[in-house]
């Protein structure tokens, strides 16, 4: 029981870093993908305003 407040510091430290951890791979899919899902929406956007 004297250990508790440092363990559940620790738990947020660790929640943390997995957030930052997903958020880096989100930012680096995005970024590799961008582009072409850009691409999509751009033929998209031209067969629509061809219609």
Do not use: C, D, H, T
């Amino acid at each position: 029981m004297l250990f508790a407040p440092k363990e559940k510091g620790q738990g947020l430290v660790e929640y943390a870093l997995i957030l930052v951890l997903v958020a880096i791979v989100v930012i680096a899919v995005l970024m590799v993908l961008g582009p072409i899902i850009g691409n999509v929406f751009s033929s998209i956007n031209r067969s629509l305003s061809a219609v």
